[in-house]
């Protein structure tokens, strides 16, 4: 088994999504002084790669200390939309992962990670169309991964993305990397948030395990 790493490094000064806190990685004890090292981490459950859940904009949704690991494991297939040309990704663009067997989660490489910790990375990126949404939501997914910061519009109030999403029951991973060097299908996905009580997001260590 192999894993391959699609998750950005967590670090003081990374990038956030506009108007979010930035995080501060902070390092509290060291081994030469203390006898042990010790790291104090603050950030917003949304930063970095992670994981939106319906909590994130549904009342009485389902937390994180709710949710088991089966919902953000399993098959995945990845749609390379790199040299897609255009900024709304349509239904077109996933009809052929209707003839794969076993898929639980979609991702969705558009190549825009090539931005991380650029001013472009939060602006004008691939974003999914309601018919894409529709599609996507009658696969029976458990979720989406996203190589950019959000499915929608960064400038976007309703987030009909995220909402239709959500309601076909899936979870949503965003700011993911490397996907590129994952096959198009037949490995395994994992992006295993904290169990936060009430929790609604959470970043994530998300892997592809090839067999």
């Known amino acids: 088994m192999h894993a391959i790493d699609l998750s950005h490094v967590i670090h003081t000064g990374m990038p956030v999504f506009p108007g979010d806190d930035e995080p501060n990685v902070r390092r509290t004890h060291f081994v030469k002084k203390h006898g042990f090292a010790q790291t104090v981490l603050t950030m917003s459950t949304h930063a970095g790669t992670h994981v939106d859940t319906s909590g994130h904009l549904m009342v009485d ?20 939309l790199s040299g897609l040309g255009k900024k709304t990704m349509d239904q077109s663009d996933f009809t052929a992962l209707a003839d794969i067997d076993v898929l639980d989660f979609v991702l969705i490489r558009t190549g825009w990670d090539e931005y991380w ?12 169309s309601p018919t894409a949404c529709r599609f996507l939501g009658g696969l029976g997914l458990k979720g989406i991964g996203l190589d950019t910061p959000s499915p929608d519009p960064v400038d976007s109030r309703d987030l009909p993305a995220h909402n239709a999403l959500f309601n076909h029951g899936m979870v949503i991973v965003e700011n993911l990397t490397n996907l590129a060097e994952l096959p198009a299908e037949g490995f395994i996905f994992s992006c295993l948030p904290l169990r936060i009580m009430d929790g609604e997001g959470s970043p994530v260590r998300a892997v592809g395990l090839t067999l």
């Open 117 to 128: 910790k650029t001013d472009r990375y939060y602006g004008d990126f691939p974003v999914l």
């Open 61 to 80: 949704a389902p937390g994180l200390d709710w949710l088991g690991p089966d919902n953000f494991t399993g098959w995945g297939a990845v749609v390379d």
